[in-house]
């Protein structure tokens, strides 16, 4: 997955960044206050029946740098055994409990000022809103009442209200209304809300999911670029109809960029392919981290990935431009597991300096781009996400992981083979636990339907203009931004005007007998038309599905 990045300049000199944690004392000072699913056991893996194991090998021959293989030198190209347990087939499971951790809800400049906010994480429902002190809060979406959503309530003088009965809650999930009641009868104690604790950090809020133990402020990743002087980013959401986990693959795959992205921006060419340097230096109990770049540099890779428990995914770099000044870059990629076949993304691309470039283009512009990105690996990573699912193998028994391009995929499978167990469900490299009640697995639409679909700006497809459909953009990114929000309705409203301009200058046009004013009138309505276009076009960018165009014939 690649995004346009609108911070980095071309640049002849690089070095690598190292990385550091703030102290919790560091974060818990922090003037931007702070901010990360999994109960069931995970089943090690049983070997292929034999029917199965004899389709293992099969007889296509890869040609790399030349040379032909055999079964004795497949060590050479494919990722192997990263330790000496797994070399001797020993498991290695570490204490983990999805509930335990942090997770990424939603940036803090996003929520909405004016009505509740439903989330997931894994199969965890919630609801967030902003009272009228704005401060946070984060319930269980589920009124005690009757069970009905809170997430599909409303805000009444900065206590959340659910829309069934009327019931009211404030602060720590207190009810505080309950209009049926006798004005002499007292709220009852039982009736309030399940809460869970959310702090925000560098403008990502985030949220504590166990009900069992304090939260552990210390947990919550703290990102050293993000605090620097001047640093800027560009950040965005996105909903996407896969599992985090493969999301996090897609994440920590820079192979894939140059053929799926293909000249999405300049720094994507298929031509471009090629070899790639991993270098593992890191490797504990919540992740692993390391430096990758392209072979054929043959110094030390610039760039360094970090991956934290449970989805947390950084790639930095340091960067020295022609007049010696050292800049900063970030891809901060905070994956949120929303259900089976579901997660939610926030991207954050930022820098000490920005390209001159950037400059010239609207924010919007870079957000619609990134989605167009996510779009394009939509198709085949939900089918991925199917096979997985249909396999019921661990991904040892599926992938074939080459040390060339493959590297992080395979240490983030193996990082699920230890914590896996502490997780509602997991795909790891050596073992599997499915989820204990499987779900429809979504996928992006093709077809008649969603060329149609994508013809128009309609929300969601054919007569369902607010039916919400994952495969549309206006629901996988606009609803969460309020920056794309106001742009879309910007445009609505700049293109209703110009076409109500364009039809009265028509008219007069017609009405009118001087040909000076026919001709003014008349190019009046062309230049209208002009800009009902663009404004249509603005509008097509951020409401239609993807369809894909560039296959070769």
Not at 295 to 319: H, M, T, W, Y
Not at 332 to 361: D, E, M, N, W, Y
Not at 383 to 391: G, M, R
Request: aromatic share 10%.
């Amino acid at each position: 997955m690649a995004l346009v990045n609108p911070f980095l300049s071309h640049t002849k000199t690089c070095f690598p960044l190292h990385l550091h944690h703030a102290p919790p004392s560091t974060k818990q000072n922090s003037p931007l206050l702070l901010l990360w699913t999994l109960p069931s056991h995970g089943h090690p893996f049983k070997p292929l029946p034999a029917s199965r194991r004899k389709h293992a090998k099969c007889g296509a021959v890869a040609d790399i740098k030349g040379a032909t293989l055999v079964d004795g030198e497949d060590h050479k190209v494919l990722v192997g055994p990263s330790s000496e347990e797994e070399r001797r087939g020993d498991r290695i499971v570490i204490d983990y409990d999805w509930e335990e951790e942090w997770y990424p809800l939603y940036l803090t400049q996003n929520v909405p000022e004016d009505a509740p906010l439903g989330l997931k994480v894994f199969d965890k429902q919630l609801v967030l809103f902003k009272d009228a002190n704005d401060h946070f809060h984060c319930y269980e979406d589920r009124c005690p009442h009757r069970l009905a959503k809170l997430s599909e309530g409303q805000l009444i003088d900065g206590r959340l209200e659910c829309l069934y009965h009327g019931w009211q809650f404030e602060g720590e999930g207190k009810c505080v209304k309950i209009p049926q009641l006798p004005a002499d009868a007292k709220i009852p104690q039982s009736a309030c809300v399940k809460t869970y604790e959310v702090r925000d950090s560098q403008g990502v809020l985030w949220v504590w999911m166990s009900r069992k133990t304090p939260s552990n402020v210390s947990k919550i990743p703290w990102f050293e670029n993000f605090a620097r002087t001047g640093f800027q980013d560009v950040s965005t959401t996105h909903e996407l109809p896969y599992d985090h986990s493969i999301l996090l693959e897609n994440l920590m795959d820079p192979a894939h960029i140059p053929i799926s992205h293909d000249r999405t921006d300049w720094t994507a060419k298929r031509e471009d392919a090629q070899p790639l340097r991993f270098e593992v230096t890191e490797r504990t109990d919540r992740g692993f981290a390391g430096w990758w770049g392209k072979e054929k540099d043959g110094s030390k890779p610039a760039n360094f990935l970090r991956f934290e428990a449970p989805c947390v995914l950084q790639n930095n770099r340091e960067i020295v431009d022609e007049n010696g000044e050292k800049n900063y870059f970030s891809g901060l990629f905070l994956c949120t597991p929303t259900g089976q076949g579901k997660s939610l993304l926030i991207v954050r691309f930022g820098a000490t300096k920005r390209s001159p470039l950037a400059k010239l283009f609207p924010k919007w512009y870079f957000h619609q781009n990134a989605s167009k990105v996510f779009e394009q690996d939509m198709g085949f990573l939900s089918s991925q996400n199917e096979t997985l699912l249909k396999e019921k193998v661990p991904t040892k028994e599926l992938y074939l992981n080459l040390k060339s391009s493959d590297t992080w995929v395979a240490e983030y499978r193996k990082w699920m083979d230890k914590v896996g167990h502490g997780m509602p469900y997991h795909f790891g490299h050596s073992t599997i636990s499915l989820p204990e009640v499987p779900a429809v697995v979504e996928h992006a639409p093709a077809g008649l339907v969603a060329g149609l679909s994508a013809s128009s700006p309609a929300k969601g497809g054919i007569g369902t203009m607010h039916a919400p459909n994952l495969a549309n953009r206006y629901f996988r990114h606009v609803i969460h931004c309020k920056g794309c929000r106001t742009v879309v309705k910007a445009f609505q409203a700049w293109k209703n005007a110009l076409s109500a301009v364009a039809i009265a200058s028509v008219a007069l046009a017609i009405l009118v007998s001087g040909r000076q004013w026919k001709a003014l009138l008349l190019v009046s309505a062309s230049l209208c038309s002009v800009g009902i276009y663009v404004c249509s076009t603005a509008i097509a960018m951020n409401t239609t599905n993807f369809i894909r165009t560039h296959r070769r014939l």
